[in-house]
T-cell receptor, first 112, second 115 residues
Framework: DAGITQSPRHKVTETGTPVTLRCHQTENHRYMYWYRQDPGHGLRLIHYSYGVKDTDKGEVSDGYSVSRSKTEDFLLTLESATSSQTSVYFC???????????FGPGTRLTVL | AQSVTQLGSHVSVSEGALVLLRCNYSSSVPPYLFWYVQYPNQGLQLLLKYTTGATLVKGINGFEAEFKKSETSFHLTKPSAHMSDAAEYFCAVSDRETSGSRLTFGEGTQLTVNP
């Protein structure tokens, strides 16, 4: 267990409101990732970070932004939530090299 | 770009029967390969991985997978299913040639185990 927590675990919000999800790790892993999970799509990468203040886009980054001001925290922000962003969001961490990732428990977000 | 195909979004087996979950990938070079399991309302947990060396890889809970380069496959098997194996399983690949350990996931296979 890589010691990854996500907050909140559940959130219901309304269309157009900003939302921030937090991922916190205690393992000092360099890489951090945000995924969304939707039925029939598996997990899709939103954004990832390869170090403090170093981030890059994944395959479904539109409508999302991220920040990483310290090693242990990786924030995902929905500037103006839409119903299409209703999903389960997973944070993961990883080490360089073989690519294994460790996953948090997930955040279930509902946008009404 | 890499892609992962898991054949069968739902697989149903009887308790004690063989479990076979199929995964094929497309990649210009052999990637790193992973199987993850997800139990209801939980995150993903690593079952096993192939990076180099022996192509038959053993993981947790009695699962194993074999990397077959000629078939670009990494199928997951377990000789005898248990009720506790009911979960969703994801195959994933990582590109050896890039840093950042980015994973590409298949769409997942829901395994049901019938008594």
């Amino acid at each position: 267990d890589a010691g990854i927590t996500q907050s909140p675990r559940h959130k219901v919000t309304e269309t157009g409101t900003p939302v921030t999800l937090r991922c916190h790790q205690t393992e000092n892993h360099r890489y951090m990732y945000w995924y969304r999970q939707d039925p029939g799509h598996g997990l899709r990468l939103i954004h990832y970070s390869y170090g403090v203040k170093d981030t890059d886009k994944g395959e479904v980054s539109d409508g999302y932004s991220v920040s990483r001001s310290k090693t242990e925290d990786f924030l995902l922000t929905l500037e103006s939530a839409t119903s299409s962003q209703t999903s389960v969001y997973f944070c993961a961490t990883g080490l360089a090299g073989v690519g294994e990732q460790f996953f948090g428990p997930g955040t279930r977000l509902t946008v009404l | 770009a890499q892609s992962v195909t898991q054949l069968g979004s739902h697989v149903s087996v009887s308790e004690g029967a063989l479990v076979l979950l199929r995964c094929n990938y497309s990649s210009s070079v052999p990637p790193y390969l992973f199987w993850y399991v997800q139990y209801p309302n939980q995150g993903l947990q690593l079952l096993l991985k192939y990076t180099t060396g022996a192509t038959l890889v053993k993981g947790i809970n009695g699962f194993e997978a074999e990397f077959k380069k000629s078939e670009t496959s990494f199928h997951l098997t377990k000789p005898s299913a248990h009720m506790s194996d009911a979960a969703e399983y994801f195959c994933a690949v990582s590109d050896r040639e890039t840093s950042g350990s980015r994973l590409t996931f298949g769409e997942g296979t829901q395994l049901t185990v019938n008594p």
